[in-house]
C-alpha cells in the first residue's frame, strides 16, 4: 500500500497546517544542513529549514541535486513571506514496494491517486481573523505536541464571511510562490470561542 505523504485526521478537531512541495533543497552552509532555500519546479525560492527528525533522512539519502516531494510545515507572518519546515521526504522508491525504475511510474500520478497534488496543503483551525478588504483570512492552529504549546497563526488569500469567526474549519490550500491561498473549506464545529 502507497504511504500518504499528509496522514488522514485522526480527530475531528486536530489542528493542523502541512503540506507537500516538489523541489530542490540547497543549505546556505554545507556545514549546517538544517537552514537553506527550497526552489520549486517553476524556480521560485522559499526560506526552509529541516527540523531534527528529517535531518538524518537528508544526511544519509538525499542527494542534494535532486528533486524530492518535501512533506513540510507552512509558517508566514502575511500573505507574501512563507517559510517552510521540512518533516520529511516523500519518496515511493524508498518507503513502498515499488520497483526502482522512474520511467515508468509517474510521482505526480501517484500523488493525485492519493487526492493530492504538488503545492496541496492541509489546514486545520480556528478562523480568528477576516479582511475583506486584502481578500486574507487567518487560521490559528494550536500544536498539541508541544509542551510548551506553541500556537502560531497563518495568513491565507482567500474570502470567508465574517460568520465563520472562531470556528473551526478545514482548509484546502494551494501555494502560489510564497502564497497560500484557499482552494475549498468545510465548517467541522461552530464557534469554538465558547470552548476555548
Do not use: C
Not at 507537500?20 to 517553476?42: A, S
Not at 524556480?43 to 544519509?60: D, M, N, P, R, Y
Not at 509517474?106 to 486584502?134: H, I, M
Not at 497563526?153 to 491561498?181: A, P, Y
Request: net charge positive; no cysteine; glycine share 6%.
Amino acid at each position: 500500500m502507497l504511504k500518504n505523504p499528509i496522514p488522514q485526521v485522526t480527530d475531528p478537531l486536530q489542528y493542523r497546517a502541512i503540506g507537500i512541495v516538489n523541489g530542490k533543497f540547497t543549505p546556505h552552509d554545507i556545514e549546517q544542513l538544517n537552514r537553506g532555500l527550497l526552489t520549486d519546479n517553476n524556480g521560485k525560492q522559499i526560506e526552509t529549514v529541516v527540523l531534527g527528525k528529517a535531518l538524518s533522512l537528508l544526511k544519509k539519502h538525499i542527494d542534494l541535486n535532486k528533486n524530492y516531494y518535501w512533506v513540510v510545515y507552512p509558517k508566514n507572518k502575511n500573505t507574501q513571506n512563507l517559510h517552510l519546515q521540512v518533516a520529511g521526504v516523500w519518496d515511493p522508491y524508498q518507503l513502498n514496494d515499488l520497483p526502482n525504475d522512474s520511467e515508468q511510474i509517474n510521482f505526480s500520478k501517484l500523488l493525485e491517486g492519493l487526492g493530492l497534488k504538488d503545492n496541496y496543503f492541509s489546514v486545520r483551525g480556528k478562523l480568528v481573523f477576516v479582511n475583506k478588504q486584502k481578500k486574507e483570512i487567518v487560521i490559528k492552529i494550536n500544536s498539541t505536541s508541544n509542551l510548551n504549546n506553541k500556537n502560531f497563526k497563518l495568513v491565507i488569500k482567500g474570502e470567508l464571511s465574517l460568520e465563520l469567526l472562531n470556528n473551526f474549519l478545514s482548509l484546502d490550500v494551494n501555494r502560489d510562490g510564497n502564497t497560500l491561498k484557499l482552494l475549498k473549506y468545510e465548517v467541522i464545529e461552530k464557534d469554538l470561542s465558547k470552548k476555548n
